[in-house]
């Protein structure tokens, strides 16, 4: 393999500049707005100030960042993507959603881009890359261990030009947002079939009979809105066959393609995450005194800032070589890659934020500063996309698969 560069180019040094003067403009100072906009108002409309900073973005040519090599987006490879991922990461919520680059919009947007028929692209890609709709993933269900997608029991069966949909869902994340048109529905169409040829993915407008909002779900007592993550009935939903991603029995496909983009978009927006809190701890402790000195003159708490940034930098370090071997070698060569960062990050995530919780002592688990809310968001993400369990077994599989093949002397 060549050597892996990281230097950015004259391009992405000139995205990083202007959007990171975007976000000094317009993006920081608005972030205590929007979240008073969404408890002050209907929780479950967008903030007026998302809608009205989008233009802003779009014409600063700061939009639909994450789309690689494609027509549609800015054509940035991964690593080139990681950077300005990272800085749009560092306000959860408000950040991605302006520039067009929220989950899980960006994901179902790749499918589209990879998988979707020209009817498709236009019926449903086309409003998501304008922002002006939003879209949600239906994979998750309550009865079963969906880490594992050959699980699924949600049922797709062929009724003439239509296929009906039947099956429980839940954590859809994007489902309580009113913009929200379509989803992505997986489920299995040919039990018979071999295992990873029984599952279909299909697109499903939101408003078609049968598909119930059961209710939203809370993460740590955060609802998430209006965005919110839905739990989601689909009783004998009939959709056209021509709603069908990529053809029957190609979900399992589908899935692998999706979520290695997806797993890497929020392990580079979780760095942006643990940036933030190293700053805001820094802040913290320069302004604040006990028994008569500065916290930051206090030895645990320069430890503390000192083992965050290295643990920064290491998981940094990592997410870009899985991003460049996506670029190099392809999504399906970087999966071990992929495993590692999506178990690293979170977890180097998680302890920074609990660092710069304790920092700011009890100001640090209300809703005064945004490290509560991040350390509750982070923490799902050593389950989303699959948990660190499933993702350790793999990387596990993949090293005891090298010694064998260089043959290590087990008895030495």
Known sequence: MRAMRFEHSAKVVDLQRRLTAFMDEHVYPNEANYHRQISDGDRWQPAPIVEELKPKARAAGLWNLFLPASEYGAGL????????????????????????????????????????????????????LAGTTRSCFAMTEPDVASSDATNIRARIERDGDHYVLNGRKWWTSGAGDPRCRVAIFMGKSNPDAPTHLQQSMIL??????????????????YDDAPHGHGEVIFDGVRVPAANMLLGEGRGFEIAQGRLGPGRIHHCMRSIGVAERAVELMCRR??????????????????????????????????????????????NKAARTELAMVKVVVPRMTLRVLD??????????????????????????????????????????????????????????
């Open 204 to 221: 499903v407008p939101m408003d078609a009979p049968g598909v119930t909002i059961r209710r939203m779900l809370t993460v740590y007592g």
């Open 355 to 412: 660092r710069a919780i304790q920092a700011h002592g009890a100001a640090g688990v209300c809703d005064d500063f945004p490290l509560a809310a991040m350390w509750a968001h982070t923490r799902t993400l050593r389950l989303a996309d699959g948990p660190d369990e499933v993702h350790r077994e793999a990387i596990a599989k993949t090293e005891l698969k090298r010694s064998a093949r260089v043959g290590i002397d087990a008895t030495v």
């Open 77 to 128: 490879t991964n690593v080139e993507y990681a950077p300005l991922c990272e800085i749009m990461g560092r306000v959860p919520g408000l950040g991605p959603e302006v520039f067009n680059c929220s989950a899980p919009d960006t994901g179902n947007m790749e499918v589209l881009v990879r998988y979707g028929t020209d009817a498709q692209r236009s019926r449903w890609l086309e409003p998501l």
């Open 285 to 330: 402790v320069q302004t604040r005194v006990a028994f008569g000195r500065a916290l930051a003159d206090q030895g645990t708490i320069r430890a503390d800032i000192a083992e965050s940034r290295m643990e920064i930098e290491q998981a940094r370090l990592l997410t870009m070589k899985a991003a460049y071997m996506m670029d190099a070698v392809g």
